[in-house]
């Protein structure tokens, strides 16, 4: 699986924490039922999924509202609103971004994580196969967890992302690389070194998956 670490986002929300108060407000938007990040035990957190069974089982969520990131409607604004790896199965991103970034308190963390498209894994999932999707994860990565059908519009990818948010501050940026089971891992970095090679560095095929947070301007 990709390696992005969570330290620095860690402390970005601790600090806005403690500049917020207790009671200061997260929104996981594709939650799921897994916790993304370590928010400070005085956080709210709320979860919005388009699955009822994924809301059924998370268990730390505090209020949770069963609904489409793309369509959802709220005029409700959070503190800090994470999206973790939902982008790339969405028919409209875009629309979905313009929504986060709206539940987003001025001042507030948008917290986005996707797969790069960009990079020989983005690129490789963008078109192939749903069934090829699931025969790698479970003999490359050896994963049990379910995996979901992925569209990978081009919007998505770092560069892309970055313009949408033109007038907003960018706080943090990081790409993630892969780190499969064995062999092929080894197999994995010798090809994407040779294709960075070739391409005399102007590509990073390595850069599998990419973070970024956003202050919403005030």
């Known amino acids: 699986m990709s390696v992005i670490t969570t330290q620095a986002v860690d402390a970005l929300i601790a600090d806005l924490e403690r500049d917020r108060g207790p009671g200061a407000s997260v929104l996981e938007a594709g939650c799921g039922r897994f916790k993304h990040f370590a928010y400070p035990d005085t956080m709210r957190i709320a979860g919005l999924d388009i699955s009822s069974d994924q809301l059924k089982r998370n268990t730390y969520a505090h209020e949770k509202f069963l609904g489409d990131v793309q369509t959802y409607e709220s005029v409700r604004q959070f503190d800090v ?40 894994k983005g690129l490789v999932t963008k078109f192939t196969p749903f069934w090829f999707h699931h025969l790698a994860y479970k003999i490359i990565y050896r994963s049990e967890y379910s995996i979901f059908p992925t569209t990978m519009k081009f919007c998505i990818a770092p560069k892309a992302l970055k313009r949408f948010f033109a007038g907003h501050e960018i706080v943090h940026q990081e790409y993630g690389e892969e780190n499969l089971a064995r062999p092929f891992n080894y197999l994995y ?11 005399l560095g102007f590509w990073h095929p390595e850069r599998s998956n990419y973070q970024l947070v956003i202050r919403k301007s005030d």
């Open 81 to 120: 609103v994470v999206s973790i790896f939902v982008l790339e199965h969405l028919n409209d991103p875009q629309a979905a971004l313009a929504n986060m970034l709206a539940w987003t308190k001025p001042g507030g963390l948008l917290i986005l994580a996707v797969p790069n498209v960009l990079s020989v």
């Open 189 to 199: 970095r010798g090809l994407m070194g040779a294709m960075q090679v070739l391409s």
